[in-house]
Every structure is written in C-alpha cells, then in structure tokens.
C-alpha cells in the first residue's frame, strides 16, 4: 500500500515546512506531501501552495497509508495534537533537511523536525516532536525534551539539558551544561547562564525572570 504523507495544520510554520519538503524531496530524501488537514480549511488561500485540504485535525480519521508531518511551533500545541491523533492511530514521520547536520552518535526521537542548516551534534539526545528552525543548533550531549521548539538561531551549546515543552526565542543561546525546567520560555535573543526553573520565562542577555 502506498502511503500518503500528510501536513497537519498549515500555518505560517507550516508554509515553512512545504517548502522545506520539497527541498527534500529533490533530493530523494522525502516523499511528496499529498494534502494538509487544518481546522481552517481555507488557510493557505492567497498563497502559492498546491496542497489539498483533506479536512479537520479535530475530526480527520487517520488511514493505515496516512504518514503524518507535524507543522505546528508551539510545545503545548503539539503536545495536544499528536496526542489526538495517536489516540486515533496516526503516524508521525520525521524531516531532515538536506543542509542539515546530523552527527552519527546523535540520537533523534519521533517527529523531529530539522529545517536548514540546523545542527545536532555528537551524542546529543533529541526527544520526540522537538523542531530546530533554521540555522539553530545543539552541541555535543545535549539532551532535549519531547516537544521542545527551538526557534531560528538558537544555540545550545555542551552538556545543556532542556526539558520537555520547552520554547526557544530566535537567537536565544544557553552556556554550556546549564540545565532547562520544563515548559519554560526562553525569550528572543536571551542568554542562559545558570539553571532555568520549570515554567519560568526567561529574557534579555544575561537573562532574567520575567
């Protein structure tokens, strides 16, 4: 049975992705996307996407051939989608952008997104549904929870661990072996230097509670 691969949701991260999709298809690395289910059906109208609306997350019933690629930045977002659609059977596949880089000893979980020129580094561990947006990185032995999204220019450098649900602002940098609470929020452009509390916020360089 050939499989169809599925977008879900289509927003401006999904639009993203679309386009990294089809990088990787070029390279025979990914197969074609063959439709995307949103709860706003007309979500891509006005732009250049040739992509069906094959209905609503909330209510589409996954087939044995659907392979599905999560589009959607938010941690709590995720969390709350994959979790509705396992519960009906579906599954998720990851994407690997061909400028990305991947080393041997990394170990990447289900879903993971990397968009170009991304980075995971040696014996780094990458948890399920965790997305690096472009040019973003994790050192050596970084550990980073399910759910996790690192937005653009994100550095995390050695020996960081980062729990699960966490957000990353675009630019943000966290020094080596310092340690992530779940759910937090690091804002853009912050700098980490000492342990993060699960739930925090975090901003400014060197970062402070908000």
């Not at 991260?13 to 007309?42: C, K, M």
């Not at 609503?56 to 959607?72: E, H, K, M, N």
């Not at 032995?141 to 999204?149: A, C």
């Not at 400014?204 to 509670?209: E, F, L």
Request: glycine share 12%; charged share 15%; hydrophobic share 40%.
């Amino acid at each position: 049975m050939e499989q169809r691969c599925i977008l879900v949701g289509a927003g401006a991260f999904g639009r993203e992705l679309i386009n990294w999709v089809y990088d990787a298809q070029t390279h025979g690395i990914f197969p074609t996307l063959n439709g995307f289910i949103s709860d706003i059906p007309n979500v891509l109208d006005g732009f250049d996407y040739k992509l069906t609306w094959l209905g609503q997350i909330s209510t589409y019933q996954p087939a044995d051939r659907d392979l599905f690629l999560l589009g959607v930045g938010d941690p709590k977002d995720k969390e709350t989608l994959v979790s509705s659609l396992k519960s009906r059977g579906a599954k998720f596949t990851t994407l690997i952008h061909p400028t990305a880089v991947v080393a041997r000893t990394a170990r990447l979980g289900e879903g993971v997104i990397l968009c170009p020129f991304s980075i995971v580094s040696a014996d780094a561990t990458i948890g399920n549904f965790v997305t690096f947006n472009c040019f973003s990185g994790a050192g050596h032995d970084v550990e980073i929870g399910n759910y996790t999204t690192l937005s653009s220019r994100v550095d995390l450098t050695g020996g960081v661990k980062c729990g699960h649900s966490v957000f990353f602002g675009t630019g943000a940098k966290v020094l080596p072996h310092v340690s992530i609470g779940n759910s937090a929020k690091i804002g853009a452009g912050a700098l980490i230097v000492r342990t993060v509390t699960e739930g925090s916020t975090m901003f400014a360089a060197p970062a402070r509670k908000l």
